[in-house]
């Protein structure tokens, strides 16, 4: 019998494995990929937003060579977090069902084994669920919801679907590896939030017309060798040999429906949750990080749910 079972090994399943190993519970945390698999699965030459002192956890210096760190910098630090903290990960390993059993605990089926446990703690953040255009030809093999590296795109016909910042950083970052880069963009403008290093440069690049940007613009069909565009100026079909959709993520909200969680009726979808304990509508049932936000994935991330994990163990410890 656990104390806690986690369910992801993202930096927010870690700080509730760090707090639950102060706290001398006997946890696991249970993950279905590698370490911090999202930001495994981030573009390889992706530099992040926030700066390092922002994603510390587990009070451990995050030590980068510039303000903001690299992806293959982050995966290094989470990884000296896990040895340090010696946290009890068990990767590769998905789960399946979370059953309430008669005397308050509860039972987790995984692709690997069975759990029993006498709370949960739900982080499994958002990017593994990509939003789909619902189009034809979405499904084709040179259509790419996650951005890897620009090599594979050099000298081909690029179409880049929207406008935030990661649709800008790849547009760039193809175009100047020697892509001929195409953006479709729902709103008439750029994402008025996009980085201010960022901004400039994809607006200059598009008003030299080094970047062809359609705006007002979505995309109505994609086949082997073009797409098809339907503008203020009516439907256009272009060359294309790529297709990158850069158009968000999701949390996984079957995944968490079967689990049992209720959602509030909004638009957003957001779980419910009492925000000063992250109990969920489950008793004993925790949801941390930016799953809390719903589809509002922009107002949660690591520098703002550090703090969940030391809620989640109070509370639990509370009710020992």
């Not at 760090?18 to 530099?47: D, Q």
């Not at 587990?58 to 977090?81: C, M, N, Q, W």
């Not at 069902?97 to 739900?122: F, G, M, R």
């Not at 980085?195 to 030299?208: A, D, S, V």
Request: with cysteine.
């Amino acid at each position: 019998m656990y104390d806690l079972i986690i369910i992801g090994a993202g930096p927010t399943g870690l700080v509730c494995g760090i707090e639950a190993h102060k706290a001398g519970l006997n946890y696991c945390i249970i993950e279905k990929g590698v370490l911090v698999n999202s930001i495994y699965n981030f573009p390889t030459n992706m530099t992040f937003f926030s700066t390092s002192n922002l994603m510390e956890i587990g009070g451990t210096p995050f030590v980068a060579h510039s303000d903001k760190p690299t992806r293959k910098e982050a995966l290094e630090y989470y990884r000296r977090i896990a040895e340090k903290w010696e946290l009890n990960i068990n990767f590769y390993e998905t789960v399946e069902q979370l059953s309430p059993e008669k005397d308050k605990h509860y039972s987790i089926k995984t692709s690997k084994n069975s759990y029993q446990t006498k709370a949960v703690v739900i982080a499994t953040g958002y990017f593994d669920t990509p939003r789909l255009l619902h189009i034809p030809g979405e499904n084709l093999p040179k259509v790419k919801h996650y951005y890897d590296d620009p090599h594979p795109y050099v000298g081909q016909n690029v179409l880049v679907i929207g406008a935030a910042n990661s649709a800008c950083d790849v547009a760039l970052e193809t175009y100047y590896k020697g892509a001929k880069v195409t953006m479709a963009i729902r709103e008439p403008e750029i994402y008025p939030r996009v980085k201010y290093w960022i901004r400039p440069n994809i607006e200059n690049r598009i008003k030299e017309g080094s970047i062809k940007a359609h705006f007002n613009t979505t995309v109505s069909k994609i086949t082997e060798t073009s797409v098809t565009l339907q503008t203020p100026e009516g439907e256009l079909n272009i060359e294309n040999d790529y297709v990158l959709a850069m158009t968000g993520y999701k949390p996984d909200f079957k995944f968490l429906e079967k689990l049992g969680i209720a959602f509030q009726n909004d638009e957003l979808h957001t779980p419910i949750f009492n925000p000063d304990t992250l109990e969920s509508n489950l008793s004993n049932v925790y949801i941390a990080g930016v799953i809390n936000a719903g589809l509002h994935t922009s107002k949660l991330f690591i520098e703002n749910t550090r703090h969940h994990g030391e809620l989640i163990i109070k509370n639990i410890l509370s009710k020992k």
